[in-house]
C-alpha cells in the first residue's frame, strides 16, 4: 500500500483575526434572526457574553475530534484495502500490485 503519513495538528491558537471574528458572532447571529423574524425581534433573547477561554478549549476539542475521525477512517479504508487484497486470487492480487506500481495519483 502507497501512503502518506498524516501529520498531527498543532492545538488551537487565536489569531487576531479570528478573536475579532469570534466576538462579532453573537451580533451577526442576532443581527440575522432580527432580519429573518422582524416582528419577534424584541422577544429573542440577549446574545450570551464572549468567553475567549471557552471558545478555545471548544475549537480545540472540534479540532481534534475531527482529525482523530479523519485518522480512523483512513484507518479503516486501508484496513479493508488490506483485506481485499489478502483475499484476491494470484492473479487478481498481480492486477493490483500492477496498478499500484503504476499509479501517480495522490499517496493516500
Not at 50 to 66: H, K, L, N, V
Amino acid at each position: 500500500m502507497k501512503f502518506t503519513p498524516f501529520g498531527r495538528a498543532e492545538g488551537f491558537a487565536w489569531t487576531a483575526r479570528k478573536l475579532a471574528n469570534a466576538k462579532k458572532r453573537g451580533d451577526r447571529v442576532a443581527q440575522r434572526e432580527q432580519d429573518r423574524y422582524p416582528l419577534l425581534a424584541n422577544q429573542a433573547p440577549e446574545p450570551m457574553p464572549f468567553e475567549a477561554d471557552a471558545e478555545a478549549a471548544r475549537r480545540d476539542e472540534q479540532m481534534r475530534r475531527a482529525e482523530r475521525d479523519l485518522r480512523e477512517f483512513h484507518s479503516r479504508v486501508w484496513h479493508e484495502s488490506r483485506r481485499d487484497d489478502q483475499a484476491a486470487n494470484p492473479c487478481q492480487r498481480e492486477a493490483i500490485r500492477a496498478a499500484w506500481l503504476a499509479w501517480t495519483g495522490p499517496r493516500t
